[in-house]
């Protein structure tokens, strides 16, 4: 393990850095492949129950959520992983990143020579948590080889460790593990004492009813960890309904953990506005509009697989596209057809990313065919 630098700047400000000096074709509009956020309209329904409920403005709401909002969660992770689990066992948040920013503040600030480990490469908060707590890190690799699956650390590394971070379904690797491989982590997580995350934000976008991605609290219940001790998950409605600006999130879990994390938050001061928690509840509670956003981008994967003979994931909307070297790529695409991607080696650390771009099927199927079209013409000429 190893100190994390904290003068690693943002990715999307090294971005920005890299291409500043460069014009890029007039001949096309921008096209932004970067960021993970859904370009669709957030439905209606979750709309109009946001402004109906804007009188709701003058309460104050509570740092635990209200119950309505706990229930149609609730009801979510028992509809979608056949899990029940009960008020205590769950905590509604502003999103998933202030959990995944504060909860490491939480857990490790009072520990001396705290370490965490997480997948690698890797949402950038994770080391913005490291930083924060003054922890070192433990780098769970992310390869072609290992298939971008987590490997295993050792006893030595996991006797270290304080808390774990997996990311399944995985940006941005778009790699996958089922339930039987997610539940070996939990039996060390409760055989060297840590505690163990699984950030499951991109759960609800897949593409075969029979491989959807599993949960964590699935793989506790496998292995007869039914009070999911040490073991914790995290959800958002961000990219499930289109609605990142809702700030609609959860962590779910082991209640004792809960129990306590939950006084911390009564002072972090970021509970949500009831009115957006009016609206994220009707959106947790239905499915149909989920499953039409799910084949818009099953829709543009076939799309990319037909342009760029990419393979499909499992889940995400995330292609993880190798390239000779990243950073030149990133560059001449930009220069010659006015298209962003985020360079892998960007997202890791200690070569991870290295001779990977990253590219977010965010758009519409239209957009997305015009945009991948001249990407592949980039590719032909660049590539060879």
């Not at 439905?43 to 804007?54: A, G, M, R, V």
């Not at 890797?122 to 930083?131: C, T």
């Not at 818009?296 to 393979?311: M, R």
């Not at 560059?331 to 892998?344: C, F, H, M, R, T």
């Given at each position: 393990?190893?100190?994390?630098?904290?003068?690693?700047?943002?990715?999307?400000?090294?971005?920005?850095?890299?291409?500043?000096?460069?014009?890029?074709?007039?001949?096309?509009?921008?096209?932004?492949?970067?960021?993970?956020?859904?370009?669709?309209?957030?439905?209606?329904?979750?709309?109009?129950?946001?402004?109906?409920?804007?009188?709701?403005?003058?309460?104050y709401p509570k740092s635990a959520g209200e119950d309505y909002l706990k229930e149609a969660m609730i009801n979510f992770v028992s509809k979608r992983f056949n899990t029940k689990l009960n008020f205590e066992q769950i905590i509604p948040t502003f999103g998933t990143?202030?959990?995944?920013?504060?909860f490491p503040q939480y857990l490790l600030t009072a520990k001396e020579n705290s370490i965490m480990a997480f997948t690698n490469p890797?949402?950038?908060?994770?080391?913005?948590?490291?930083?924060a707590t003054n922890s070192e890190v433990i780098y769970i690799n992310l390869t072609q080889e290992n298939n971008f699956k987590a490997q295993l650390l050792s006893d030595e590394e996991?006797?270290?460790?304080?808390?774990?971070?997996?990311?399944f379904p995985n940006n941005p690797t778009a790699g996958e593990m089922n339930v039987e491989e997610l539940s070996i982590w939990v039996q060390k997580s409760l055989e060297f004492d840590f505690i163990l995350i699984n950030d499951e934000c991109y759960s609800e976008l897949y593409f075969d009813d029979n491989k959807k991605p599993a949960s964590l609290l699935e793989a506790c219940k496998l292995v007869g960890?039914?009070?999911?001790?040490?073991?914790?998950?995290?959800?958002?409605?961000?990219?499930?309904?289109?609605?990142?600006?809702?700030?609609?999130?959860?962590?779910a879990g082991d209640s004792k953990i809960l129990k306590e994390y939950m006084k911390y938050r009564t002072y972090v001061g970021c509970a949500s506005p009831v009115p957006l928690q009016?609206?994220?509840?009707?959106?947790?509670?239905?499915?149909?509009?989920?499953?039409?956003?799910?084949?818009?981008?099953?829709?543009?994967?076939?799309?990319?697989?037909?342009?760029?003979?990419?393979?499909?994931p499992e889940a995400t909307f995330y292609i993880w596209m190798k390239v000779s070297d990243e950073l030149e790529f990133t560059?001449?695409?930009?220069?010659?057809?006015?298209?962003?991607?985020?360079?892998?080696s960007f997202l890791g650390r200690e070569g991870a990313g290295q001779g990977y771009i990253r590219i977010a099927l965010v758009e519409n199927p239209t957009k997305t065919k015009e945009?991948?079209?001249r990407l592949n013409n980039f590719i032909t000429k660049y590539e060879g």
């Open positions: 393990p190893g100190k994390i630098n904290i003068s690693n700047p943002e990715y999307f400000e090294r971005l920005n850095e890299l291409l500043k000096d460069i014009q890029p074709n007039p001949n096309y509009k921008l096209a932004s492949l970067t960021i993970g956020e859904p370009q669709f309209s957030t439905p209606n329904f979750i709309q109009d129950e946001l402004k109906d409920n804007t009188n709701l403005l003058n309460k990143r202030e959990v995944l920013f504060n890797f949402y950038q908060i994770y080391e913005g948590a490291a930083i996991f006797k270290k460790c304080d808390l774990v971070i997996l990311n960890n039914t009070s999911f001790k040490n073991c914790l998950v995290l959800n958002s409605i961000s990219k499930r309904s289109s609605a990142p600006g809702l700030r609609s999130g959860f962590i009016k609206a994220a509840a009707i959106a947790w509670n239905d499915e149909s509009h989920v499953e039409s956003f799910r084949n818009n981008y099953k829709e543009n994967f076939a799309i990319a697989n037909e342009i760029l003979q990419v393979k499909i560059k001449e695409l930009y220069k010659q057809e006015n298209i962003k991607v985020l360079p892998g945009v991948l079209t």
